[in-house]
């Protein structure tokens, strides 16, 4: 990256400084090289100065000035102007930035990857919706968010897995089941009483009504326990269907698909309470096992198991929170992944410190990172429609795709950042015009497309252009932002934060109409052949990064619109 490449030569500038004796001995400090929040205080900018302050015992604009003195010339800062009380202020060397067109090129799709993640293993679990009925628009958001999470951290230099963590296990499960059975029933005409809690949804009947063409009446004839069982477990299964397929037409797929089930079938369940009991950290209490939170900065300790007085069943008595702790150490434990990435919804908000506390209780290795997202407001004719899953109130996924498409969903699913509320308006995303921040973006694109596939017709498809011809101001600006596209792919990395890229994507997009309306690409009465070859490999390098970046963010880069 730049900024890792000025920081370099700034070091360098401060050993020079020492050993030329313009500033005395003292340990090298790391130097942080930031962009400015203002634009006349150059591309980049460091306060290492005011820093070594007291250690080298001057004044902070003295030791601005004596590595200032001591920066290379020629290379690829043009000025490192000294600003009171003692910033460094970088301005880059027109002739360098040009020149990094080519660089651009070259690394076709990589460009922009950075090393941040070394090789790490990394695996981000999200949507992770319960197995009741088809996915709305909230898990849209989760889907959204993990999945270009998933694509950046690959980018960022991590091997990245993704998962989707199946809720096969527990009540949610068995009233599915009893709903599943009496909307079976009562299809095949028998009047059975709809359960307490059932689930609402005319899907319910949807999917009773594809086991009754192909299995008739068989389950009428099993004991109802049994019969709840097995149509709770047909009913899963459609929905695990449904939603494989409404995920991949929103561009997002599942490298495992992992059940709640498992962790108790193959003991790791087990495993994880026999280390909580050996260290004490379980008690007994109105028949409940409890989990002591408060060992760990929790308010309350918290229930794992639930007394046989609240739940008869035996298999559904472990708590959400039992196999949280089961599957944290599958993951960091039993699959040994370094850094897991969990994508919550905001009603999950109040689990986050105890799930950590169970992480550290048993010491399981790894680092964590729990993003708590807010809800979607579906917004139609200025309205918003409320969404209930088990009443069956709710605006599907699957519909919302179909009408808008995964592009434009993906993008105004991103355009904030996960703790803020987003309103989606069905209106404006298919909308094509420049309110439309999709349309906006891939137009961009699109554009290009049409610059770069019209010389091809004229026979100007220039591939040996002189990158140094590039220094109108709107080139440079330009070359300058493409530039920032690792720097944005390491903050949100660093950060998760996928929302920096669709800032980025609509920035780089105007910065690339902004170019295009001062700088005529093809030769003509403006430009001449030379000229205009070194503007081919500019536009080029804009439609390479432009692709990269919609590609991260899990959508299309349309050659023509």
């Not at 020629?74 to 040009?98: R, S």
């Not at 968010?145 to 091997?159: H, K, Q, R, V, W």
């Not at 795709?401 to 803020?420: C, E, H, I, Y």
Request: aromatic content about 8%; proline content about 4%.
């Amino acid at each position: 990256m730049i900024k890792t490449d000025l920081s370099h030569l700034i070091t360098q500038a401060i050993a020079a400084a020492q050993a030329a004796g313009a500033l005395p001995a003292f340990a090298m400090p790391a130097v942080d090289v930031e962009r400015p929040r203002e634009a006349g205080h150059g591309d980049y900018s460091t306060t290492v100065a005011m820093k070594l302050a007291k250690e080298a015992r001057m004044a902070p604009l003295k030791i601005a000035q004596a590595i200032a003195a001591h920066v290379p010339a020629g290379g690829m800062i043009a000025q490192a102007e000294v600003v009171a009380p003692g910033f460094l202020n970088l301005h880059l060397d027109p002739a360098f930035l040009a020149g990094q067109v080519d660089s651009i090129l070259q690394a076709g799709d990589t460009f922009g990857n950075v090393t941040l993640g070394a090789g790490r293993r990394a695996q981000v679990e999200f949507v992770s919706a319960n197995p009741t009925g088809p996915l709305h628009m909230g898990g849209a958001r989760n889907a959204a968010i993990g999945d270009t999470i998933a694509s950046i951290l690959a980018a960022a230099g991590y091997t990245v897995e993704r998962e989707f963590y199946v809720n096969d296990a527990g009540s949610q499960i068995r009233k599915f089941g009893g709903t599943m059975y009496a909307r079976y029933q009562q299809a095949l005409g028998i009047d059975a009483p709809f359960p307490e809690g059932g689930y609402q949804g005319e899907y319910i009947k949807d999917y009773v009504r594809a086991i009754i063409a192909r299995d008739g009446d068989r389950y009428l004839k099993m004991p109802p326990d049994e019969a709840t069982r097995a149509l709770g477990q047909l009913g899963t299964d459609a929905v695990i269907v449904e939603a494989r397929d409404t995920l991949a037409a929103m561009g997002v797929r599942f490298d495992v698909w992992f059940s709640e089930r498992s962790l108790y079938t193959s003991g790791t369940f087990d495993l994880v309470y026999k280390k909580l009991e050996e260290r004490n950290l379980l008690s007994e209490k109105d028949g409940a096992i409890w989990f002591a939170a408060q060992e760990f900065g929790e308010d309350k300790d918290a229930v794992i198991i639930r007394s046989p007085s609240v739940i008869a069943e035996p298999a559904e008595r472990p708590t959400y929170f039992a196999s949280d702790i089961a599957y944290m150490w599958s993951k960091f434990v039993t699959r040994r992944f370094d850094k897991v990435v969990y994508v919550w919804g905001s009603d999950h908000h109040g689990d986050v410190a105890r799930v950590k506390a169970a992480k550290k209780a048993i010491d399981i290795p790894g680092e964590i990172d729990i993003i708590i997202y807010q809800f979607v407001n579906i917004m139609k004719s200025g309205e918003q429609v409320r969404m209930s899953k088990r009443k069956g109130d709710f605006v599907s996924l699957a519909d919302v795709l179909r009408d808008v498409g995964k592009d434009a969903m993906r993008f105004m699913l991103l355009t904030r950042s996960a703790d803020n509320v987003i309103e989606f308006d069905l209106a404006l995303a298919v909308e094509q015009s420049d309110q439309n921040p999709v349309y906006y973006v891939q137009y961009a694109h699109a554009r290009i497309s049409s610059i770069v596939r019209t010389a091809g017709e004229r026979g100007q498809l220039f591939a040996d252009g002189n990158t140094a011809l590039l220094t109108h101001p709107a080139e440079q600006a330009l070359i300058r932002k493409m530039l920032e596209l690792p720097e944005q792919i390491e903050l949100a990395a660093r950060n998760l934060a996928p929302h920096l890229l669709t800032h980025y994507a609509l920035d780089l997009a105007s910065t690339f109409h902004s170019f295009y309306k001062q700088c005529r690409v093809l030769p003509g009465e403006s430009v001449d052949e030379e000229l205009s070859k070194a503007r081919m490999k500019l536009v080029k390098a804009a439609k390479q990064a432009l692709a990269r970046t919609l590609h991260l963010l899990g959508m299309d880069a349309p050659e023509q619109m």
